[in-house]
């Protein structure tokens, strides 16, 4: 049976709908950095999924041809998430979206090394005879997080991190969101063929403990 990190990584992937702490451990992705409105039709981000599990799924098929990677095991591949931001902008606004940046992503098995990831850019931009300059080899530790499992539509989320936010200040902690940490979304439904209400997404941001201790100036 194929491995699904959905299923054996449920802390990671699978979240209570209510917050909650969790520590992230170092993950490779193959990824594409963009800006803009991810609803553009035709759009950088649009553009960059496709770009995304082009990928994705040279390196799972692999097996199918003569290159034989060390370690192979087969898999399903991981949902799709972004790092989103604006400058200047402490959090998320919504309101604008035209000045998002964003890191696409899909989650790299552990047997595929920077050597791998790039035969199968080679091999994917060969076949499909696409350009995929654009995507890069990106790890992300992102370590302490609160993270909570939201649905519903996209544009309705800051309810959610509110309640995450009201959270980890209880727990003792705060927003950690100043680059190289993000807000960041995974996202486990198809928003091509789910309808916006029952959209599941994961919403997971950096924390860090409350300075404590006699004030310095």
């Known amino acids: 049976m194929a491995f699904d990190y959905k299923k054996e ?4 992937y699978l979240p209570k709908n209510k917050p909650g702490l969790v520590t992230v451990p170092s993950m490779n992705f193959v990824a594409v950095r963009g800006k803009g409105d991810p609803n553009e039709e035709g759009g950088a981000y649009k553009q960059s999924i496709g770009l995304l599990y082009g990928i994705a799924f040279t390196i799972k098929m692999s097996k199918m041809g003569n290159h034989r990677m060390e370690g192979y095991f087969d898999y ?16 998320i606004d919504y309101s604008r979206k035209q000045d998002f940046q964003w890191i696409s992503m899909i989650r790299l098995p552990e047997f595929v090394t920077k050597e791998e990831f790039d035969w199968a850019v080679a091999e994917a931009a060969a076949k ?21 499992m939201y649905i519903g539509p996209y544009d ?18 705060m927003p950690d969101m100043n680059g ?10 198809d928003a091509r063929k789910c309808r916006p209400e029952n959209l599941k997404t994961v919403i997971r941001h950096p ?6 201790g006699p004030y310095l100036p």
Not at 9 to 12: A, I, S
């Open 76 to 91: 399903v591949v991981p949902p799709l998430e972004g790092l989103w931001w604006q400058e200047g902008v402490k959090g």
């Open 128 to 148: 499909k005879r696409m350009d995929f300059s654009g995507v890069e080899f990106f790890n992300y530790d992102e370590g302490l997080c609160v993270q909570c």
């Open 207 to 212: 924390v860090a403990a409350v300075p404590t």
């Open 9 to 12: 990584y449920k802390e990671f």
């Open 180 to 189: 190289p940490r993000y807000h960041h979304e995974i996202y486990l439904s």
């Open 156 to 173: 309705d989320e800051p309810a959610t991190i509110e309640a995450m936010n009201a959270f980890a200040e209880a727990q003792g902690y």
